[in-house]
T-cell receptor, first 115, second 118 residues
Framework: GNSVTQMEGPVTLSEEAFLTINCTYTATGYPSLFWYVQYPGEGLQLLLKATKADDKGSNKGFEATYRKETTSFHLEKGSVQVSDSAVYFCALRETSSGSARQLTFGSGTQLTVLP | EAGVVQSPRYKIIEKKQPVAFWCNPISGHNTLYWYRQNLGQGPELLIRYENEEAVDDSQLPKDRFSAERLKGVDSTLKIQPAELGDSAVYLC????????????????FGPGTRLTVL
């Protein structure tokens, strides 16, 4: 079956530090990969996605590259801000013709950025 | 464009009581999902609708959980009776079916309903 393994948190960084949150996956097919962010008291928001190998998703200064050879989709940001404090979820979904498929999520990584 | 709307945002009940959650998806989104998110974990799918048809309910505990999506728009998720282990955040998401052979629908999530069973 499909699974997603995320770096365990919590992660605490100072403002302007470099961020990496590791994510690896197991899938039977060729999944699309996603990073979702959940700010306190809010629902999950799509942060970025990549649909095929070597694609790079980017948004709001965050980046992640779909690495098929290492089955990874690590999230990075060069300089974090206090407003980036949230829980980050890595997820996958197999894409195929026909019906949409469910998202499989990792357990989430809590990020706290200190001023 | 309005996002996915869920209500209530919070619910506290005693065990063995019934509870219901409501979701209004984004206009035009034909696919609707209910997820359960336990504390410190990622969401897990309970049921997925394509229009008014439940096409994947394999992870819905059918002895106490039920869902409906009349007219293929709003949806309700019910638990009867609730148990202590049902305390979680219940998330609704929706997506629009994309054109083409390969489906890459993006799911948009509501804020969730936090259920506490005492």
């Amino acid at each position: 079956g499909n699974s997603v393994t995320q770096m365990e948190g919590p992660v605490t960084l100072s403002e302007e530090a470099f961020l990496t949150i590791n994510c690896t996956y197991t899938a039977t097919g060729y999944p699309s990969l996603f990073w979702y962010v959940q700010y306190p008291g809010e629902g999950l928001q799509l942060l970025l996605k990549a649909t095929k190998a070597d694609d790079k998703g980017s948004n709001k200064g965050f980046e992640a590259t779909y690495r098929k050879e290492t089955t990874s989709f690590h999230l990075e940001k060069g300089s974090v801000q206090v407003s980036d404090s949230a829980v980050y979820f890595c997820a996958l979904r197999e894409t195929s013709s026909g019906s949409a498929r469910q998202l499989t999520f990792g357990s989430g990584t809590q990020l706290t950025v200190l001023p | 464009e309005a996002g996915v709307v869920q209500s209530p945002r919070y619910k506290i009940i005693e065990k063995k009581q019934p509870v219901a959650f409501w979701c209004n998806p984004i206009s035009g989104h034909n696919t609707l999902y209910w997820y359960r998110q336990n504390l410190g974990q990622g969401p897990e799918l309970l049921i997925r609708y394509e229009n008014e048809e439940a096409v994947d309910d394999s992870q819905l505990p059918k002895d106490r959980f039920s869902a409906e999506r009349l007219k293929g728009v709003d949806s309700t998720l019910k638990i009867q009776p609730a148990e202590l282990g049902d305390s979680a955040v219940y998330l609704c998401a929706s997506s629009r079916r994309t054109s083409g052979r390969v489906r890459t629908d993006t799911q948009y999530f509501g804020p969730g309903t936090r259920l506490t069973v005492l």
